[in-house]
């Protein structure tokens, strides 16, 4: 057996799935459109879900294929965003989940309800107190408030709590009702507004056996 030819190939085969990996670790937001945009699955399934690297540039493209007349390409582009907030929310990686929330926050202004909604959501998963005034602004929106409630209940900290109080003294109806079951679910107490849960839904009577 030749020992130097045995070495040269292993290192060959290293050196060549070293430049296969690179692109997947230093992915361009451009490359990965691109390949969320092919109608290959086998293509577009590794695009989103190695999209994590890509941050905080590749959100807002993203959220527009998000209504791709394409069901697959819709539903790619919505997971890449998901794992590219999962990514920049990472231990030790402040700068991009920063970047990646200032990127969200934009969303929230976006034409379209669905992704006003999902933009919401991803930043109950790395939002801080900078996202709480935008969150909240959705709180008059009728196609996306519901979401927003959601999310800022999973908002730590009292600014979020403020938001859903300040909201809570100018709703009506259900989404008043449910404003207060956010509060008490964020240990508040709300006393004029008890839970459903504890209000009959139909009238009962008791008799004597």
Do not use: Y
Not at 11 to 39: E, H, K, Q
Not at 116 to 132: I, N, P, T
Not at 173 to 180: D, I, K, Y
Request: glycine share 8%; hydrophobic share 45%; charged share 25%.
């Amino acid at each position: 057996m030749n020992t130097g030819s045995s070495i040269l190939t292993t290192a060959a085969i290293g050196l060549a799935g070293s430049a296969s990996a690179a692109p997947a670790d230093a992915v361009s937001a451009n490359d990965l459109l691109t390949r969320i945009r092919s109608t290959d699955d086998a293509v577009r399934g590794p695009a989103w879900q190695g999209a994590g690297p890509a941050g905080a540039p590749a959100v807002a493209p993203l959220a527009d294929l998000m209504n791709d007349a394409d069901f697959e390409i819709a539903r790619s582009a919505k997971r890449a965003i998901e794992v590219i907030v999962r990514h920049a929310g990472r231990p030790g990686a402040a700068r991009e989940r920063e970047a990646v929330q200032a990127a969200l926050v934009r969303l929230l202004k976006h034409a379209k309800a669905n992704v006003r909604r999902h933009a919401v959501w991803m930043l109950s998963e790395v939002g801080d107190d900078d996202a709480v005034g935008p969150m909240a602004a959705l709180l008059t929106d009728g196609e996306a408030r519901e979401d927003a409630r959601c999310a800022l209940t999973r908002i730590p900290g009292a600014k979020a709590t403020k938001a859903l109080e300040g909201a809570m003294r100018t709703a009506s109806g259900e989404f008043q009702v449910a404003l207060a079951d956010s509060l008490r679910a964020r240990g508040e107490k709300v006393s004029d507004h008890p839970t459903r849960k504890l209000v009959p839904t139909r009238q009962t009577r008791v008799t004597a056996g």
